[in-house]
T-cell receptor, first 112, second 114 residues
Framework: SQQGEEDPQALSIQEGENATMNCSYKTSINNLQWYRQNSGRGLVHLIL?????REKHSGRLRVTLDTSKKSSSLLITASRAADTASYFCATAGNSGYSTLTFGKGTMLLVSP | DSGVTQTPKHLITATGQRVTLRCSPRSGDLSVYWYQQSLDQGLQFLIQ???????AKGNILERFSAQQFPDLHSELNLSSLELGDSALYFC?????????????FGPGTRLLVL
């Protein structure tokens, strides 16, 4: 299985601090994506990083990918209370179609 | 708002019953995906359709079936419901079939089986 596993399961920080979440997976991938889910709602796509990329930025988000370690990290800088949500990594394999395998997520709580 | 709509938002039913969940993808998207999210299993991929044809199957039970219609909307049918089928069911859509695709998720249908 190439299911991503996020670490930590839960993270509690203060506004203004940075939040780092990690994701590990088991087999080779075509790309890795990060999604965000506010409580009980649909997932929102944040960023996609391809297997030949090492780092990608989008606003306050920074994603890294280390294919040799089969791991990725999501960094949210200068966090805000509105960043409180669950964050999931999802991997797309090299075979088959565009199905994604999701990890169990990291629950982030940002306190004012 | 992702542009993906799902109905109903909530569904409460009894064991042994059958329900149908409906999804309308974003305008222009040809792929529809169904996911089940529960506390113990996390987010599980169920099935994918592309332009009316089944393209990929995940952890979908035989009691569950889906289809995508010519207007591209999709329905997920759940039958002989069990307590363990209680979960959030999400539909997602994407433009095509490629692996480098962003999936856009609907708000979900919360199913409670009593």
């Amino acid at each position: 299985s190439q299911q991503g596993e996020e670490d930590p399961q839960a993270l509690s920080i203060q506004e203004g601090e940075n939040a780092t979440m990690n994701c590990s997976y088991k087999t080779s991938i075509n790309n890795l994506q990060w999604y965000r889910q506010n409580s009980g709602r649909g997932l929102v796509h944040l960023i996609l990083i391809r297997s030949n990329e090492r780092e990608k930025h989008s606003g306050r988000l920074r994603v890294t990918l280390d294919t040799s370690k089969k791991s990725s990290s999501l960094l949210i800088t200068a966090s805000r209370a509105a960043d409180t949500a669950s964050y999931f990594c999802a991997t797309a394999g090299n075979s088959g179609y565009s199905t994604l395998t999701f990890g169990k997520g990291t629950m982030l709580l940002v306190s004012p | 708002d992702s542009g993906v709509t799902q109905t109903p938002k909530h569904l409460i039913t009894a064991t042994g019953q059958r329900v149908t969940l409906r999804c309308s993808p974003r305008s222009g998207d040809l792929s529809v995906y169904w996911y089940q999210q529960s506390l113990d299993q996390g987010l599980q991929f169920l099935i994918q359709y592309y332009n009316g044809e089944e393209r990929a199957k995940g952890n979908i039970l035989e009691r569950f079936s889906a289809q995508q219609f010519p207007d591209l909307h999709s329905e997920l049918n759940l039958s002989s419901l069990e307590l363990g089928d209680s979960a959030l069911y999400f539909c997602a859509s994407s433009v095509g079939l490629g692996r480098v695709e962003t999936q856009y998720f609907g708000p979900g249908t919360r199913l409670l089986v009593l």
